[in-house]
């Protein structure tokens, strides 16, 4: 059943229309597979939410759900069941904008790996995913839809734009949706490279050099 909704801001249609975007770009890009992975953008009034089962590639606007921050339905089809992890993520980083949660490829086959470091489960292989994403700890593994991964999520949250998801996939969060963006495609890139050099002679970046990107561009790690 889809909520009826009278009144939409500019603010809001510019959103509606930007996670729409998004959406078909993943599916672009391979990112979001069937009707996997969602998207959320928060509002002065509530948030908005992708709707369950629905392909990140063939999103209406009109469509996405709009909820209050107690979780009514205001306006759209209802959510995905995965509101919870954004949910989550809002309430532990206030100057949250934009959160993006995918099934893609290369950082879900990290996710199914053992022996990872539960701290950060990436090493510091580039600049950019030390910029853009920073530490990124492994969430332990819940069935889909069970409301105590949210609470898993939100031990972490406060600390970290990004967590990954055990056996499932990465969430992000970004002070705008296309930083989100930004950063959950960066993630994608740094797990293929990882699987690409597993077995490898690899040079990280040392302390030194991540100190430096902490003072020059304020990276959190």
Request: hydrophobic content about 40%.
């Amino acid at each position: 059943m889809t909520a009826i909704h009278t009144s939409t801001s500019s603010t809001e249609s510019r959103l509606r229309e930007e996670i729409a975007e998004i959406g078909r770009s993943f599916r672009n890009l391979g990112m979001a597979p069937g009707t996997s992975g969602n998207i959320s953008a928060k509002l002065d009034d509530g948030w908005l939410m992708t709707p369950t089962n629905a392909s990140l590639g063939a999103l209406d606007p009109a469509e996405i759900s709009k909820l209050d921050w107690d979780g009514n339905l205001l306006a759209g089809k209802p959510p995905t069941k995965e509101s919870f992890l954004h949910r989550a993520f809002y309430e532990q980083r206030p100057d949250t904008g934009g959160i993006i949660h995918l099934h893609a490829t290369h950082s879900a086959a990290v996710s199914c790996l053992n022996g990872l470091d539960e701290h950060s489960c990436l090493p510091p292989i580039t600049p950019y995913f030390v910029m853009r994403v920073g530490r990124l700890p492994l969430v332990p593994y819940y069935r889909p839809g069970d409301a105590a991964l949210g609470e898993a999520v939100r031990h972490y949250a406060a600390d970290h734009a990004a967590v990954l998801l055990a056996n499932h996939g990465p969430v992000v969060a970004g002070k705008t949706l296309e930083a989100a963006r930004n950063a959950i495609e960066e993630l994608e890139e740094t797990a293929k490279l990882y699987l690409l050099l597993r077995h490898h002679d690899v040079r990280t970046l040392n302390e030194k050099e991540i100190d430096e990107l902490r003072d020059t561009f304020g990276a959190q790690w």
